[in-house]
């Protein structure tokens, strides 16, 4: 009886750090997107407001 009990304990032992290895690498996958979605937007905000300034620029040019 002892020896199944141990290969029961150890079962769920096994399963748990698993189960608890995967949901760790699950949060840092989380992160490492949200940072890289967090940088896209920068890089967007930084174009657009580039391009909008360009061509306020070209319609001041243009108007004159």
């Excluded at 290969?7 to 769920?12: C, E, G, K, N, R």
């Excluded at 840092?28 to 930084?46: P, S, T």
Aim: no cysteine; charged share 40%.
């Amino acid at each position: 009886m002892t020896e199944g009990w141990m290969q029961i304990v150890t079962l769920i032992i096994a399963n748990f750090s698993v189960v608890w290895w995967f949901r760790k690498e699950s949060r840092e996958d989380w992160k490492m997107i949200h940072q890289e979605l967090k940088e896209f937007k920068d890089i967007v905000r930084i174009e657009m407001k580039d391009f909008h300034e360009r061509l306020l620029e070209i319609e001041k040019n243009r108007s004159k």
